[in-house]
């Protein structure tokens, strides 16, 4: 059975850049069958998709976010990466790495258990 | 970018009550749309993908329906069990939105 950890600091300074990494374990992150993803919820607040990456290297970022993030892969440890760079308080939020499924219908239809972070000095 | 808009914003109701959550997209997204729920402190799980498909091990009191813009989310018999917050998404095209949520109460 897949299973997706989040792991990384749970304390960000403003303009630093957040940092977090999400192990895959049961399965290989190598597959063409998924996309590897990062959402982000807010205390309070509603989901929102970050960006993902594909076996193969491929990014894809939300718009709002785009010029401050970046999603890289490694494969010899099984894991991918979130980088957020320029931080402040609006991006303390909950932090889940997640799977996205396309290939009979289109959904995140794995997550991990989320890790908290919130930006302060 | 593709706004998702769910309503009501929260709901109470009874065990074995038929409950129903609407999401309606700004434009079109055909029947890319899916369900979840998340529990406190839980990360959110697929209930129904592409409308109205169940996913893998979730209990057939739940089902989905809709296409276009307006989408429903059933729940036949409410269990204690199924309070949460519901999120639609959309799938159509990135980026990938949510709705704001449904927080479902029970009685």
């Known amino acids: 059975q897949v299973h997706l950890q989040e792991a990384g600091p749970g304390l960000v300074k403003p303009s630093q850049t957040l940092s977090l990494t999400c192990t895959v374990s049961g399965g290989s992150i190598n597959s063409g069958d998924y996309y590897w993803s990062w959402i982000r919820q807010p205390p309070g607040k509603g989901l929102e998709w970050i960006g993902y990456?594909?076996?193969?290297?491929?990014?894809y970022y939300s718009p709002s976010l785009r010029s401050r993030v970046g999603v890289s892969l490694d494969t010899s440890q099984n894991q991918f990466s979130l980088q957020l760079s320029s931080v402040t308080a609006a991006d303390t939020a909950l932090y889940y790495c997640?799977?996205?499924?396309?290939?009979?219908?289109?959904?995140?239809?794995?997550w991990g258990q989320g890790t908290m972070v919130t930006v302060s000095s | 970018d593709i706004q998702m808009t769910q309503s009501p914003s929260s709901l109470s109701a009874s065990v074995g009550d038929r409950v129903s959550i609407t999401c309606r997209a700004s434009?079109?997204?055909?029947?890319?749309l899916n369900w979840y729920q998340q529990k406190p402190g839980k990360a959110p799980k697929l209930l129904i993908y592409?409308?109205?498909s169940l996913q893998s091990g979730i209990p057939s009191r739940f089902s989905g329906s809709g296409s276009g813009t307006d989408f429903t989310l059933t729940i036949s018999s409410l269990l204690p069990e199924d309070f949460g917050t519901y999120f639609c998404q959309q799938s159509f095209t990135m980026p990938y939105n949510f709705g704001q949520g449904t927080k479902l109460e029970i009685k």
């Open positions: 592409a409308a109205s």
């Open positions: 434009q079109s997204i055909s029947r890319y």
């Open positions: 990456i594909y076996y193969n290297g491929n990014t």
């Open positions: 997640a799977r996205r499924t396309f290939r009979d219908h289109d959904s995140f239809d794995l």
